[in-house]
T-cell receptor
Framework: DQQVKQNSPSLSVQEGRISILNCDYT??????FLWYKKYPAEGPTFLIS?????DKNEDGRFTVFLNKSAKHLSLHIVPSQPGDSAVYFC?????????????FGKGTKLSVIP | NAGVMQNPRHLVRRRGQEARLRCSPM?????VYWYRQLPEEGLKFMVY????????ESGMPKERFSAEFPKEGPSILRIQQVVRGDSAAYFC????????????FGQGTRLTVV
C-alpha cells in the first residue's frame, strides 16, 4: 500500500521552461514533506521541504506547493536546466517525537532537453 | 568535512553468503538511518540507530537482517544467508539530531546476489 505516490514515472521538458513534478499522499498524519534529487549511482540529495503549516516554500529556482485538502504537493523548477535531469523523489514524514522514517514515492525521472 | 561514507560501493555475494555493509556518518552526526531501494522502487526505511542503540527497526525484515552502530566505528548492516531478492541499493543517511528530515545520504552500496 503506497502512502506516497508519484504517478508520472518520467517527464521531459525543454530547457528554460517550467518543470512540474507531482506527488500525492494518502496518510493524513504526514506533516512534513521533502523533495530529493538523485543522479545515477549517487545517493539522494535534499532539495527543498515544506511543513504542513505552509502551502508554499521557495528556494531559488525551486518552489514546492502543498494542498493539504487534496493531499497533493508539487515541485516547480523554473527555469529548467539540463543539469536538473535526474530522478526526483517525493518523501513524507510524521514529525512527532520518535517518528523518524521518511516514506518515499517511486520517483519521477526528469529529462531537460537542451 | 567528508560526507556520509558507505563501503563497499558494490558488493557481489553468492546465495547463502553473508553481506556486511558499512556506513560512516558525517562528523558530529550520531543518528544513522538505513534505507533500501529495490529496482524501479522508491527508498524504503529499514532501521534508525543512535550510538549503541536501535531506536526503530520497524522496516527491517524479521529474519536474516541486523544492524548495529557501536560506540566506536561505523554502522553495520548485516544480511545473513543472502537470497536473490536481497539484491538492491542500500543507502545510509546520518543527521546531527533525531530528525530524519535533516539527514544526509551516502552514495549507497549496490548488493548483487548471484
Amino acid at each position: 500500500d503506497q502512502q506516497v505516490k508519484q504517478n508520472s514515472p518520467s517527464l521531459s521538458v525543454q530547457e528554460g521552461r517550467i518543470s512540474i513534478l507531482n506527488c500525492d499522499y494518502t496518510n493524513s498524519m504526514f506533516d512534513y514533506f521533502l523533495w530529493y534529487k538523485k543522479y545515477p549511482a549517487e545517493g539522494p540529495t535534499f532539495l527543498i521541504s515544506i511543513s504542513s503549516i505552509k502551502d508554499k516554500n521557495e528556494d531559488g529556482r525551486f518552489t514546492v506547493f502543498l494542498n493539504k485538502s487534496a493531499k497533493h504537493l508539487s515541485l516547480h523548477i523554473v527555469p529548467s536546466q539540463p543539469g536538473d535531469s535526474a530522478v526526483y523523489f517525493c518523501a513524507a514524514s510524521v514529525s512527532g517525537a520518535g517518528s523518524y522514517q521518511l516514506t518515499f514515492g517511486k520517483g519521477t525521472k526528469l529529462s531537460v532537453i537542451p | 568535512n567528508a560526507g556520509v561514507m558507505q563501503n563497499p560501493r558494490h558488493l557481489v555475494r553468492r546465495r547463502g553468503q553473508e553481506a556486511r555493509l558499512r556506513c560512516s556518518p558525517m562528523k558530529g552526526h550520531s543518528h544513522v538511518y538505513w534505507y533500501r531501494q529495490l529496482p524501479e522502487e522508491g527508498l524504503k526505511f529499514m532501521v534508525y540507530l543512535q550510538k549503541e542503540n536501535i531506536i526503530d527497526e520497524s522496516g527491517m525484515p524479521k529474519e536474516r537482517f541486523s544492524a548495529e552502530f557501536p560506540k566506536e566505528g561505523p554502522s553495520i548492516l548485516r544480511i545473513q544467508q543472502v537470497v536473490r531478492g536481497d539484491s538492491a541499493a542500500y543507502f545510509c543517511a546520518s543527521s546531527p539530531y533525531g530528525r530524519n528530515t535533516e539527514a544526509f545520504f551516502g552514495q549507497g552500496t549496490r548488493l548483487t546476489v548471484v
